[in-house]
């Protein structure tokens, strides 16, 4: 794929690109200096870069979502990156790049995808990256360039831009210049409602293109029977069919489930991964939710991966709920292995399968891959003992731990 874009591309990119330069040496070569491990918390007075009175606060239930972003977003890199040459990022609600937490300056989702993207660039000098940050308040535009220029030069193939206006409409200008086939992570945090859901399914329609959506319940549950409010919800969802959805004659978690529920029914993805992020004690003592972080992605891989990653980032690992306390709301959530091997047996039985294809036909359980293969494993153990059925792992490659399982490896789930 050329690397020139069209003239179309072009009215789209100059629009507010102070910051496509791309970092190299004197013989245009990608830069080979040392991309260090990032260090995003920063104490006051120790270096910090940014004036701190013109610092947005952050919440200590928003930084879940960063770390969430953080540890994603590489590991898209590296799987999407194996078999295209050209990747894309758009962050639809960019904000300034730091904020303060505590008394700590703390990286904004900006500058840690672009922190990923520059090391990864110098990794594998043959991918190009292109990011877009979109703001509609231009001082946080300004501020964003700000910190954004402290990580140049970037590497050749890294192309940045940000751009200064409405989201969906930016969006949708955006969809119509990028390559049809690139594949492209959005990540979308607002402060209120989210893009469209008609906007969201055009990014979703494009082969490999994911999303990672804020959906900001404590903004939208007020307006579900405000009569003045109902109008952005109807434009949310493009019509008023949602008013007479089951969810609205429903209360609490069963409403609040719904909701989700029938958000993920409009939307062209068949996978989800939610991730509950609840009030801090000084928004709300009861502790409702604030809002769900939902990945949605049409490939099994992609949704393994985000559950891997929000496994461990409640406040219970596989509680998939984060409470932003010093003490967590903790809620018991050891893995029964016994559980999950009966859930194989019960549904695979009589079938020999992949590794890689079981994982893929119970992309809906929330487990990791660590738990499978321990939950395998542990009905082999137990064939002599067990009276429901008999499970074989074959190798379909030499190896040598015998012990290990595979992507390709055959397990057979027999009657006695």
């Known amino acids: 794929m050329s690397s020139q874009p069209s003239p179309q591309q072009l009215s789209f990119f100059t629009e507010a690109d102070s910051l496509s330069a791309t970092g190299t040496d004197g013989a245009g070569s990608v830069s080979s200096r040392r ?7 920063r104490r006051i007075g120790t270096g910090s870069t940014s004036s701190v009175s013109t610092l947005a606060r952050l919440k200590k239930s928003s930084t879940v979502k960063h770390r969430i972003l953080d540890q994603y977003w590489p590991v898209y890199l590296k799987i999407i990156g194996k078999y295209n040459t050209e990747l894309c990022y758009v962050d639809c609600f960019a904000g300034p790049g730091r904020y303060m937490v505590g008394d700590s300056e703390v990286d ?8 990923a993207a520059i090391e990864y660039c110098v990794k594998s000098p043959h991918r190009r990256i292109t990011m877009h940050f979109i703001e509609n308040h231009m001082p946080t535009v300004r501020q964003l360039e700000h910190h ?7 590497p050749i193939n890294l192309h940045v831009h940000t751009h200064h206006g409405d989201s969906n409409e930016k969006v949708e200008e955006l969809l119509t210049c990028l390559p049809a086939r690139m594949p492209a992570f959005f990540f979308i945090d607002p402060y209120g409602y989210p893009l469209s859901i008609a906007v969201t399914n055009r990014i979703l329609n494009r082969p490999q293109n994911e ?5 900001m319940w404590c903004k939208i549950q007020p307006h579900l029977y405000n009569p003045k409010a109902r109008n952005r919800i109807t434009r949310y969802f493009g019509n008023e069919d949602w008013r007479t959805e089951s969810f609205m004659r429903a209360r609490g978690a069963t409403r609040e489930r719904g909701f989700l529920d029938y958000v993920c029914s409009q939307l062209d993805a068949e996978y989800f991964c939610p991730f509950t992020v609840l009030m801090d004690e000084r928004e709300d003592p009861l502790r409702g939710t604030k809002y769900y972080l939902l990945h ?3 490939h099994p891989t992609a949704a393994r991966k985000m559950n891997d990653v929000m496994w461990p980032l409640g406040d219970e690992p596989g509680t998939f709920r984060y409470s932003a306390s010093e003490r967590g709301i903790l809620i018991p959530q050891t ?9 194989l047996l019960r549904d695979f039985m009589s079938q020999t399968v992949s590794f890689a ?3 893929q036909r119970t992309c809906d359980l929330r487990y990791t891959e ?5 939950a395998i494993k542990l009905l082999c153990r137990e064939n002599t003992v067990r009276q429901d059925g008999w499970v074989e792992v074959r190798h379909t490659t030499p190896t040598r731990r015998t012990d290990a399982i595979r992507p390709m490896d055959e397990i057979t789930f027999s009657p006695f």
Not at 35 to 41: E, G, L, R
Not at 148 to 154: I, V
């Open 335 to 343: 893995v029964d292995l016994h559980q999950l091997g009966a859930i």
């Open 211 to 215: 999303v990672l959506v804020n959906l």
């Open 357 to 359: 294809a079981l994982l």
């Open 148 to 154: 954004l220029q402290q990580l140049q030069p970037y």
């Open 370 to 374: 660590k738990h499978y293969r321990a």
């Open 35 to 41: 991309i260090t491990s990032i260090a995003p918390v």
């Open 296 to 298: 949605a992605s049409n």
């Open 108 to 115: 904004g989702s900006p500058v840690l995808a672009v922190r």
